[in-house]
């Protein structure tokens, strides 16, 4: 969240919108997965899901609580809005009242996500992050997961390591895993979920110019595609003005996904 440059509450423009870019619809992709979602603590983890987050509260989700990081609930110009001690954050992250999106280093087609090493654990090609807290989050409460780069090194057929449960372990263990749920998983080509009888994943949504060969090529194992992909939704002009002009004026977002 420190990259976006905040800007006070702007008037609506009056200049013609260019179209939106391919991280404009990441965008709204990421919003998109905090639609609904009530009154619940948004954790985006990335530059394009947090510029998400705030547009969602600030659009169809304005119950969302959003939070600086460290100790504080803020509104999407960073305005304080109230305390948030990391005792009540884990409290809300336990009763699942809490909605992460989370990256991946690797993901699998039952949303197995590997946020800790390449290689065998016992000794890994490359170090990553570490598990931190994503077995705790897959379990208690709704995580998404946003990849800025996709391809088969990212997307693969088994992860290296599960540090984010996916629904084949949840499965296997549901008196423990009752609460598990991946609502989507975003990224620069397009929208996925686990929409399938066997709750593998599903290609849900196309960013427009991405074609489903393209998705394919890129993907490490057999994608679920039904017959018709529906586009990414476009953003509406009131949604760009706010992405523009509002939540990030200086354009970070092309240096996550580039037009």
Same mark, same amino acid.
């Given at each position: ?12 423009? !009056? ?30 983890? @990335? ?5 998400? =987050? ?23 110009? @960073? ?39 390449? @290689? ?9 992050? @570490? ?7 897959? /379990? ?27 629904? &084949? ?7 423990? =895993? !009752? ?22 994943? %599903? ?19 057999? /994608?679920?595609?039904? $017959? ?8 509406? =002009?009131?949604?760009? !003005? ?5 939540? &990030?004026?200086? $354009?970070? %977002? ?6």
């Amino acid at each position: 969240m420190n990259e976006i440059t905040r800007a006070p509450l702007l008037p609506p423009t !009056r200049t013609p919108l260019l179209p939106p870019t391919r991280a404009e619809y990441c965008v709204i992709a990421c919003a998109e997965a905090w639609r609904g979602n009530g009154e619940v603590l948004a954790s985006p983890m @990335g530059l394009i899901p947090s510029i998400g =987050a705030r547009l969602a509260q600030l659009t169809f989700s304005p119950d969302l609580l959003l939070t600086d990081g460290e100790a504080m609930l803020v509104r999407p110009d @960073g305005t304080t809005e109230g305390w948030l001690p990391y005792r009540q954050h884990l409290t809300l992250v336990s009763s699942g009242r809490r909605h992460v999106m989370m990256g991946a280093s690797q993901i699998d087609r039952f949303g197995n996500q590997n946020i800790s090493c390449i @290689g065998d654990w016992e000794k890994p090609k490359r170090q990553l992050l @570490g598990v931190r807290g994503a077995p705790v989050n897959t /379990l208690n409460n709704p995580t998404s997961y946003w990849v800025p780069r996709h391809s088969r090194r990212v997307f693969v057929e088994k992860v290296d390591m599960v540090c984010g449960v996916g629904y &084949d372990h949840a499965a296997a263990h549901p008196d423990t =895993a !009752r609460f598990h749920r991946i609502p989507c998983v975003v990224s620069d080509l397009g929208v996925f979920d686990f929409a399938t009888p066997d709750h593998s994943m %599903r290609l849900a949504a196309l960013h427009p110019g991405v074609t489903v060969e393209q998705v394919r090529e890129a993907t490490g194992f057999d /994608l679920a595609v039904p $017959d018709e992909v529906p586009p990414t939704r476009e953003p509406t =002009a009131e949604e760009l !003005r706010l992405i523009r002009e509002v939540i &990030d004026p200086a $354009d970070a %977002r092309t240096r996550e996904v580039a037009s």
